[in-house]
């Protein structure tokens, strides 16, 4: 059972645009949730994180927006950069922000074309 | 920042052989870590939660018998797999909190396994 689904598995956005990375989650009581970037052949790396009794989070060229009503968040990245090419994953945990499992969606592959 | 060294970054090894991974907390201590386990173009999908000083906890559907960890001091949990077959064939990362705020999870730079 998959909690936490990313329902496109491959993203290609032209640089400058804004990339917008989907996420869905099934399991209401999830009260935290994060983004990692990750390369091949590497572990993933944070990016962003909100906490569900927000709707918005900001870092730079990041947003996290999260819809509870919805069991939904997204990422947007403004401008994409080629360098943001990697998979991204979303991951939800019960803990409100302390340290508790991570459960990771299936990742979505971004691609910034030049 | 807090760093987190796993090793082997790759391994090959025979089927029925067993294979040790190992994931070392550099600048902190870490009394609980993380394993994962990654199929390609899958999640990550978490298999233990390895306890300092104590026994680790497995996911649902993870043979304790073929995964053992061992968390032998705050700055080290090992991973064996134990007569590995090809079906083991994964890339395994490891994770550890430097803190107590979640978004500081620190994740390794994986291994990736296959067996022959």
């Known amino acids: 059972d998959q909690q936490v689904k990313q329902n496109s598995p491959s993203l290609s956005v032209q640089e400058g645009r804004i990339s917008i990375l989907n996420c869905d989650y099934t399991?209401?009581?999830?009260?935290?949730f994060l983004w990692y970037k990750k390369y091949p052949a590497e572990g993933p790396t944070f990016l962003i994180s909100?906490?569900?009794?927000?709707d918005k989070n900001e870092d730079g060229r990041f947003t996290v927006f999260l819809n509870k009503s919805a069991k939904h968040l997204s990422l947007h990245i403004v401008p994409s950069q080629p360098g943001d090419s990697a998979v991204y994953f979303c991951?939800?945990?019960?803990?409100?922000?302390?340290?508790?499992?991570?459960?990771f969606g299936t990742g979505t592959r971004l691609q910034v074309t030049l | 920042g807090a760093v987190v060294s796993q090793h082997p970054s790759w391994v090959i090894c025979k089927s029925g052989t067993s294979v040790k991974i190992e994931c070392r907390s550099l600048?902190?201590?870490?009394?609980?870590m993380f394993w994962y386990r990654q199929f390609p173009k899958q999640s990550l999908m978490l298999m233990a939660t390895?306890?300092?000083?104590?026994?680790?906890?497995?996911e649902q559907g993870v043979e304790k018998d073929k995964f053992l960890i061992n968390h032998a001091s705050l700055t080290l949990s090992t991973l064996t797999v134990t007569s590995a077959h090809p079906e083991d064939s994964s890339f395994y990362i490891c994770?550890?909190?430097?803190?107590?705020?979640?978004?500081?999870?620190?994740f390794g730079s994986g291994t990736r396994l296959t067996v022959v």
């Open positions: 600048d902190f201590q870490a009394t609980t």
């Open positions: 390895s306890n300092e000083g104590s026994k680790a906890t497995y």
């Open positions: 994770s550890a909190l430097p803190g107590r705020r979640i978004y500081g999870y620190t």
């Open positions: 909100i906490s569900s009794i927000k």
């Open positions: 991951a939800a945990s019960l803990g409100g922000g302390t340290a508790s499992k991570l459960t």
């Open positions: 399991n209401s009581m999830f009260d935290y």
